[in-house]
């Protein structure tokens, strides 16, 4: 049984990191240049957000995405990206739902409730499936161009004096190691065997 407290340990810290993530920025762009301009955009999966100054007067905003087009296309966002932080929410939403439910599994393993098989497969299973749906919003944003002038995801360009850097943010990176987290714990709980004392525990219950 000490795997599978182990195991739902560790399950926990990946949902703790997923709401985490989800209420972090995905990628970040800054860009500094003529005129003391500096600026910083942070693509969250709710909204954008843009800070810095221009001339000596301090700009900052954050807007959902359907209103931020206007702003964006200033500040050289492209706003294609806009649809795949819109599905990367859908998917980060989906794997907040099959943590909480592969937790369930873990709670009714750990403490005998129900059929022990059964809570065991409903962990492991539940837990691959926010493995899966953690791991595939993080390559798909990996695949787009935040930029308008550049496809890379990790990117540095120098325009007319202009400086604008590119690379995830730690919302991003968060969503990696809950993917690994959840296929650990996963994998924990479904090799994990039921012994014969826990289930005679449990049909004396």
Excluded: H
Aim: hydrophobic share 50%; net charge negative.
């Amino acid at each position: 049984m000490r795997k599978g407290i182990v195991a739902f340990g560790g399950m926990i810290g990946g949902l703790i990191f997923l709401l985490v993530a989800f209420m972090g920025p995905w990628y970040v762009m800054n860009g500094s240049g003529t005129l003391g301009m500096e600026y910083n955009v942070g693509f969250y999966l709710t909204r954008m957000e843009a800070k810095g100054s221009f001339n000596g007067q301090d700009i900052s905003w954050s807007v959902e995405y359907a209103e931020a087009k206007e702003n964006a296309e200033t500040l050289g966002v492209n706003i294609q990206s806009f649809s795949v932080i819109d599905t990367a929410r859908m998917l980060t939403l989906f794997a907040i739902a099959t943590a909480l439910i592969s937790l369930v599994g873990f709670v009714g393993f750990i403490y005998q409730l129900g059929t022990l098989r059964i809570m065991k497969y409903v962990a492991g299973i539940f837990g691959l499936l926010t493995c899966v749906l953690a791991l595939i919003p993080v390559m798909y944003v990996m695949t787009t161009g935040f930029s308008e002038n550049s496809s890379d995801f990790w990117f540095s360009e120098t325009a007319l004096g202009v400086t604008i850097t590119g690379g995830p943010g730690y919302g991003w990176y968060l969503m990696i190691i809950v993917s690994i987290l959840a296929l650990i714990c996963a994998v924990a709980i479904l090799v994990k065997k039921v012994s014969v004392e826990d289930a005679v525990v449990q049909s004396d219950d």
